[in-house]
């Protein structure tokens, strides 16, 4: 699409705590959001075009993670609050779920579905996440 980033998003979250899992501490699953520009039509799914966050580095509640492409338009990932990028769950610019398959509920179409885990934050220790695999079994 040809339309500007000028669209901000918070996501609904997945959160993770150390009774859910022993092996990684407190996390957020940022799923693929649902978006629209009217409040009669939302997206079902959409692509990430970019990350502008590396894996480990820091953010601030406010600053865009990355920009998702829908039917709708351009918009921001907007972080809620200060953090980590932990893990991308999913490749910019790449429309499936890494690992594919049912597991990732997409149906392998050409774009990520609604719901499907796409990131991971932290407050803190980023290094736990290097293998971190998603619910659904994807990684990048």
Same mark, same amino acid.
């Given at each position: 699409?040809?339309?500007?980033?000028?669209?901000?998003?918070?996501?609904?979250?997945?959160?993770?705590?150390?009774?859910?899992? $022993?092996?990684?501490?407190?996390?957020?699953?940022?799923?693929?959001?649902?978006?629209?520009?009217?409040?009669?039509? *939302?997206?079902?799914?959409?692509?990430?075009?970019?990350?502008?966050? $590396?894996?480990?580095?820091? *953010?601030?509640?406010?600053?865009?993670?990355?920009?998702?492409?829908?039917?709708?338009?351009?918009?921001?990932?907007?972080?809620m609050?200060?953090? *980590?990028?932990?893990?991308?769950?999913?490749?910019? $610019?790449?429309?499936?779920?890494?690992?594919g398959?049912?597991?990732?509920?997409?149906?392998?179409? $050409?774009?990520?579905?609604?719901?499907?885990p796409?990131?991971?934050?932290?407050?803190?220790?980023?290094?736990?996440?290097?293998?971190?695999?998603?619910p659904?079994?994807?990684?990048?």
């Amino acid at each position: 699409m040809s339309s500007s980033t000028d669209n901000k998003t918070s996501t609904t979250t997945t959160s993770t705590s150390d009774d859910d899992d $022993d092996e990684f501490p407190y996390h957020i699953i940022h799923p693929m959001p649902s978006l629209s520009r009217s409040y009669n039509s *939302f997206t079902e799914s959409g692509i990430v075009t970019r990350w502008n966050f $590396d894996e480990g580095e820091p *953010f601030v509640a406010g600053d865009a993670l990355g920009e998702i492409e829908t039917d709708q338009g351009m918009f921001e990932l907007e972080a809620m609050e200060d953090g *980590f990028v932990a893990r991308h769950l999913v490749k910019a $610019d790449e429309a499936l779920v890494e690992g594919g398959g049912e597991g990732n509920n997409n149906d392998g179409g $050409d774009q990520i579905k609604v719901g499907v885990p796409i990131l991971v934050t932290v407050a803190e220790d980023v290094e736990t996440f290097r293998n971190f695999v998603s619910p659904t079994g994807s990684s990048t």
